[in-house]
């Protein structure tokens, strides 16, 4: 099972910041919270990923609090090509384990 | 690079029909992924191989579906019969030994209605 929580669903202006939740209180100390997102018709499409710093890239910048219990993906200047759905995923980077996706949060970007 | 290539693309069989999908990976990734997605939900991992080899099968139907990785490449995903409930995108996804952390890349997936 998905060991994150996001809202089902959300919107935001174009041009504007998007902010998307992710709680997952029960991560362990070995474990990276990942983005992806999915476009629709397209398969997931990985965004970013971070263990307890924030990080940024050309796509997005992650926020993780100090507890590391929540994190929050920002797309900084969102486009009607960022409509998609957000996957939040908690993940140990040991061996082969496996991405586990939850239903993740709906993002409709608004003209 | 090239992406992870899967075909078909589409496909409509008939309930206990056979079907069969075909997922060639990104060259020298060495770990293959196969997911089925069931509309509105999140992908669920089905397989995973380690080159020709099954690392974990445990969320696979084997009564009915069926993969293989020959020669450590190319993966076909099999479903003998269909059932209407296998109506789903099957995703096919691979990743780098050694990046791990950057996660992995999908294809485009096969979208299955079984009627």
């Known amino acids: 099972d998905a060991k994150t929580t996001q809202p089902t669903s959300m919107d935001c202006a174009e041009g504007r910041a998007a902010n998307l939740p992710c709680n997952h209180s029960?991560?362990?100390?070995?474990?990276?919270v990942y983005w992806y997102r999915q476009i629709h018709s397209q398969g997931p499409q990985y965004i970013i990923h971070?263990?307890?710093n924030n990080e940024t890239n050309e796509m997005a910048s992650l926020i993780i609090t100090e507890d590391r219990k929540s994190s929050t993906l920002i797309l900084p200047h969102a486009t009607l090509r960022d409509t998609a759905v957000y996957y939040c995923i908690v993940r140990a980077n040991s061996g082969n384990t496996p991405l586990v996706f939850g239903k993740g949060t709906r993002l409709s970007v608004i003209a | 690079e090239a992406g992870v290539a899967q075909s078909p693309r589409y496909k409509i069989i008939e309930k206990r029909q056979s079907v069969a999908f075909w997922c060639n990976p990104i060259?020298?990734?060495?770990?293959l992924y196969w997911y089925q997605q069931i509309l509105g939900q999140g992908p669920k991992l089905l397989i995973q191989f380690q080159n020709n080899g099954v690392v974990d099968d445990s969320q696979l139907p084997k009564d009915r579906f069926s993969a293989e990785r020959l020669k450590g490449v190319d993966s076909t995903l099999k479903i003998q019969p269909a059932k209407l409930e296998d109506s789903a995108v099957y995703l096919c996804a691979s990743s780098r030994p050694g990046q791990v952390l950057y996660g992995y890349t999908f294809g485009s997936g096969t979208r299955l209605t079984v009627v």
């Open positions: 029960t991560i362990s100390g070995n474990e990276y």
């Open positions: 060259s020298g990734h060495a770990t």
């Open positions: 971070g263990l307890k």
